[in-house]
């Protein structure tokens, strides 16, 4: 009888079944965890996706579904069981079709998110979606992520891009719903259940996302602001004057561009040392440059009248805007190269952000001495990275045994507290499993286990991920 390695083997060929050299795919990116697989299969069609499911399913063998492998709660890597398959998406990466009067793309579950934007605008369209990692994070990873990203404010998270996928089931059927239907009525809204999944409920094949016109001039501004409560009073001044123009509204504290300062010095962060907090904000305007710049002037003076802003600078040029949201993007990779650090991706209120952080910051410094805090995020959409390093010179992972279970149990009460969310844009994977029944509705977690059974009764698709079912 053949072993399951043998019958991946025949059907997506040889090369494509792999059994060393597996730390790459087995490590998630943060080094957190290290798991190990029975193999790493790399199919690269629907067909071969739907095939590798069905062995799977009858050899009693799960699966772990991974695209780029750049998610941030331990859920794109195996267990340390030995026992799974790693299914990766990334020979699957074509761009299908771009429709321009639909204004949508059809692409690869694996397609890189970097290669999707250039594809857009090759085609001389806008993909809105951008993070930090989208150089190597891929469609299908964003979308069962239903990741966050830079310009949610204007225009959503990776579930308002998405307007059909194709779906290999737990069952191994190809689910076909590659519609590129802006208004599609007809029953239960199967494309948002799959969304956010993170690979629990079926693996993501290919996807229509929605494309959107160029702006005809976008400007970037930095500007120090005196306190978090002078920031949400900013980002109510910027929604005023910008309307549907503000497309990103970034916060980031002293801290944080210290360690960008300290790690990246050629990058020459801004105004970080005469303020305790920054703020990066874009307008993207659909007239010209000029009638950009005019609002955004007005709106930067009226934001100095009004004490919310001290000091800014308008990017001069493109290369220059680019440096700046370069330095945002660092502070991820900065305080990676200053140590492992207790990390927190929450949404709170926007109302409630100012006082939720002097609240938490208080308690924190009274209960866990010398913490460092490094917070920034997408303020616009009420999400800050809310993360915790440990005492400069001291080890990591002392700090994380005696710390940890501590600081979280502070940072998610407290958000509790102000009516938030204790994953805004990371999801949960095996992280923040065991802590969710704290924080979610019985009522919702229930449906959620159901869901789960009804979708994947052999649990075969991620399992412990999400949700225990
Ligand atoms: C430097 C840096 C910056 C980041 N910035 C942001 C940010 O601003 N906003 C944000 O939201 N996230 C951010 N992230 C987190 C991460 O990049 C996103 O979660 C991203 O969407 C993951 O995509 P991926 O292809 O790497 O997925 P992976 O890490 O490979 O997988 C993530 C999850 O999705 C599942 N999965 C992957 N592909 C499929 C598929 N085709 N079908 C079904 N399930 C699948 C996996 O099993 C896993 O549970 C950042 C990460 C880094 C390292």
Redesign the pocket.
């Given at each position: 009888m053949n072993t399951i390695i043998e019958t991946l083997q025949q059907l997506v060929g040889n090369p494509h079944v792999l059994t060393e050299d597996l730390d790459h795919y087995v490590t998630d990116?943060r080094k957190r965890a290290k798991g190990k697989a029975l193999c790493v299969v790399r199919p690269g069609t629907t067909a071969e996706v739907a095939a590798v499911v069905r062995a799977c399913g009858a050899a009693g063998v799960s699966i772990?579904?991974?695209?780029?492998?750049?998610?941030?709660?331990v859920?794109?890597i195996p267990d340390d069981s030995g026992t799974q398959v790693l299914l990766s998406?990334q020979r699957m990466n074509a761009v299908r079709a771009i429709d321009g009067q639909n204004l949508t793309i059809t692409v690869e579950?694996?397609c890189v998110?970097q290669n999707l934007q250039t594809a857009a605008e090759e085609a001389g369209f806008l993909f809105p979606l951008s993070?930090?990692?989208e150089g190597?994070?891929?469609?299908?990873?964003?979308?069962?992520?239903?990741?966050?990203?830079?310009q949610v404010v204007r225009y959503g998270?990776?579930r308002e891009l998405c307007l059909g996928l194709e779906?290999v089931t737990a069952e191994g059927d190809i689910l076909n719903g590659l519609v590129g239907l802006r208004k599609d009525n007809t029953g239960y809204d199967l494309r948002d259940v799959?969304i956010g999944?993170?690979?629990?409920l079926?693996?993501?094949?290919a996807a229509t996302m929605k494309l959107y016109p160029m702006p005809a001039a976008t400007l970037t501004a930095w500007a120090a602001v005196p306190g978090m409560t002078e920031a949400v009073a900013f980002l109510g001044l910027a929604h005023r004057y910008l309307g549907a123009g503000l497309t990103g509204f970034e916060v980031m504290n002293q801290f944080s561009l210290s360690l960008v300062d300290k790690h990246y010095p050629q990058l020459r962060v801004p105004l970080w040392k005469e303020t305790p907090w920054c703020v990066l904000l874009e307008n993207a305007d659909s007239e010209s440059e000029q009638h950009a710049r005019e609002r955004f002037e007005a709106l930067l003076e009226a934001a100095m009248e009004a004490g919310c802003v001290t000091d800014a600078v308008v990017a001069g040029s493109m290369a220059q805007a680019r440096n700046l949201w370069h330095i945002r993007?660092s502070i991820?990779?900065a305080q990676a190269e200053e140590g492992l650090n207790i990390k927190h991706d929450i949404s709170i209120p926007i109302s409630s952000i100012p006082e939720f952080v002097q609240v938490t910051d208080a308690e924190l410094a009274a209960n866990i001495p010398g913490a460092r805090f490094v917070d920034f995020g997408?303020l616009g959409d009420g999400n800050l990275h809310y993360n915790v390093q440990a005492p400069e010179g001291e080890d990591f992972k002392a700090f994380q045994n005696q710390y940890e279970d501590r600081i979280n149990d502070i940072v998610y009460q407290s958000v509790q507290r102000y009516g938030g969310s204790i994953s805004a844009?990371?999801?949960v994977?095996e992280l923040k499993v065991d802590r969710l029944p704290e924080h979610k509705d019985p009522v919702a977690l229930d449906l959620m286990r159901r869901m789960k059974r009804a979708f994947d009764p052999r649990n075969t698709l991620?399992p412990g991920?999400v949700i225990r079912a």
């Open positions: 990116w772990v579904p991974q695209g780029g492998n750049t998610g941030l709660v859920g794109s998406l579950a694996g998110l993070l930090g990692s190597s994070c891929t469609i299908g990873g964003n979308l069962s992520t239903n990741a966050g990203g830079t998270n990776t779906v799959f999944a993170e690979g629990t079926g693996i993501i094949t993007e991820t990779l997408h844009e990371h999801g994977g991620n991920r």
